[in-house]
């Protein structure tokens, strides 16, 4: 097929993609632990019944030893065409009414401008509705050999590398479509080229044997609460730029957001300033961030007149794109245990078993030329590049089990609106439609090249 092709027949057959979409937001595959299992899966069924009738030689969900199952299914091409992989996702990231929302999240709702409201609407059903009009636009014979892998955990504890660790033969392929990420505004093309990378510990601090009377033991006996507050502001500058001696930084080139975008896409109070300095990307595509996600004390309602003993803080530090994470880790903890105030006991544990490792995408082979040219043609524009603050720890999982294989990253999730893992969440019906035609168009460029 050629453009004038593809896209027609992707524009015919909207509606019905749309509708498909609407009916999987509607089911909350949350697969979170202490969440309900039937929903998610139900929606692992209704994976299945959206693609049974696309050709797939082989489509089921796959065994595994524990977890939420996922997809698997394989379209044969044309003999000696290349081998495309499409990925993923069916869960969702939870919606608890506290976030915020104004539309119920699991019913998608259509606003005024155009967009589709609901919990999944993006991240990733909208990427599981790309990949459905891709093989409906080629009625099920696409021009080379599709592999499909819909995880069904991304969200939560994975256990997709497991099963490609397990299982190679089955990600064996040319190209990766990892259709989890988007364009950093609707209607502007974006290729995902980068991800930091993601690790994290834990730090206890004691400074008392325990509670103590705030009046008769406060200005000389050390609150852990304060002793804590002081290490924490020793990792960042007045600015809010991360100062810990030894960490990998990346420069950034690619296109950027406007800080008046940032500002909007994160919802961020008015009057409340942006910490760093320097581009946008160069603060969340390629340099260092560190977050403090948990925090263990006493509770405000459950609070009285005592010093408190001991706090625990789990800190997250995302890295560089090029950034080797044990290295990075261990910079984090060196930087800590040389700032602990006032002499406090302290136990700094480095989760060494749940490292995120960053990844950068090659873009100077076949799969990225047609790529950029498919993305040309379905927005009428070159692409730009953009890195990901996110981490996706599965691609260097794939990377090992398919060493030649390029990859590529996209989807409908436009930073700007989107909204994902927040309230609110939505996505643009055109960003859908556009990259269902840019998708059907890189399969066809990928197979002419390849032959």
Known sequence: MNAADIRARVAAMMPEILTDLEGIVAIPSVAFPGYPPEPVREMGEATLDLFRDLGFAHLGLMDVPSGYPPVFGEIQGPAGSPTVMLYSHYDVQPAPPEQGWTTDPWSATRMPDGRIYGRGAADDKGGLAIHLGTLKAFGGRPPCTVRLIVEGMEETSSNLDAFVEANPELFACDLFVVCD????RAGEPT????????VACIVTLRTLSHPLHSGVFGGAAPDAMIALARLLASLHDDEGNVVVEGLSRSGWEGVDLSAEDFRAAAD??????????GSIGSRVWAGPSI????????????????????VRVKLSMRISPDADPERELASLVRHLETHIPWSAEATIEPIEWDLGYPFRCATDGPGYGAARRAMEVAYGRPPGEAGSGGSIPLLQTLQRAAPKAEFILWGAEDVARSRIHASDESVDPSEIERMIVAQAFLLQEFADAWS
Do not use: H, K
């Open 181 to 184: 990420s988007g364009n950093l």
């Open 191 to 198: 290729l995902t080229t980068t991800q930091r990378g993601d």
């Open 268 to 277: 961020i109070p008015d009057g409340v300033e942006l910490t760093g300095s």
């Open 291 to 310: 977050s403090a996600i948990g925090l263990d004390m006493t509770s405000v309602e459950g609070s009285s007149n005592v010093l408190i003993p001991q």
